[in-house]
């Protein structure tokens, strides 16, 4: 099992520049969400979906679009990366909401 | 506003010490409280508490929950130079007659453990 995968690992944008950050997991879990880690910030919720076909917004999900085709997958866009973006972002998953499994993280940086 | 506090920060201790750490939240409809390790990368799941006073163990990590008082600690004793990280923990809530709600995590913890 290769648990939650998350590419790339690392990633530099200019302001402007549009990417996707990719999540997969293979353990069948209905629940993945997408969060951004901050120096003195923790775990700030940016999206998330219960589901295949259902995402919502979390706490911070301005600049950032989700969809959610098959359970398996959950990739997070930047339409328009802002410096504001830079932060190592974390996909997870779980079975329904608590225990999260997460993935390495992706270090952006936005110039 | 559901909220998550941790304390201290930052602590630097010296191997075999014992530590805690703390965790108080303010949380509408709590379910459990979780805590993780985050070392280089990813965080890893260490315990999940649901009631009042059962301690959870695990080698030398331990953690308790008061529903009462709010809060939760987490023991290491013995303390190694591999237990240096960022304890993390987050609150659990239900949401809308009674579906599952997303993690509420605090700020983090940071031990250094010196040799």
């Known amino acids: 099992n290769a648990g939650v995968t998350q590419t790339p690992k690392f990633q530099v944008l200019k302001t402007g520049q549009s990417m996707t950050l990719q999540c997969a997991q293979d353990m069948n879990h209905e629940y993945m969400s997408w969060y951004r880690q901050d120096p003195g910030m923790g775990l700030r919720l940016i999206h998330y979906?219960?589901?295949?076909?259902?995402?919502d917004q979390g706490e911070v999900p301005n600049g950032y679009n989700v969809s959610r085709s098959t359970t398996e997958d959950f990739p997070l866009r930047l339409l328009s990366a802002a410096p504001s973006q830079t932060s190592v972002y974390f996909c997870a998953s779980s079975y329904s909401g608590g225990e999260l499994f997460f993935g390495e993280g992706s270090r952006l940086t936005v110039l | 506003e559901d909220k998550v506090v941790q304390s201290p920060l930052s602590l630097v201790v010296h191997e075999g010490d014992t530590v805690t750490l703390n965790c108080s939240y303010e949380?509408?409809?709590?379910?459990?409280l979780l805590w993780y390790k985050q070392e280089k990368k990813a965080p890893t799941f260490l315990f999940m508490l649901t009631s009042s006073g059962i301690e959870k163990k695990s080698g030398r990590l331990s953690s308790i929950l008061d529903k009462k008082e709010l809060f939760s600690i987490l023991n290491i004793t013995a303390t190694q130079t591999g237990d240096s990280a960022v304890y993390l923990c987050?609150?659990?809530?239900?949401?809308?007659?009674?579906?599952?709600?997303?993690?509420?995590f605090g700020k983090g913890t940071k031990l250094s453990v010196k040799p």
């Open positions: 987050a609150a659990w809530p239900l949401r809308y007659g009674g579906s599952q709600g997303n993690l509420i």
């Open positions: 949380v509408t409809n709590f379910r459990s």
């Open positions: 979906s219960v589901g295949a076909g259902i995402t």
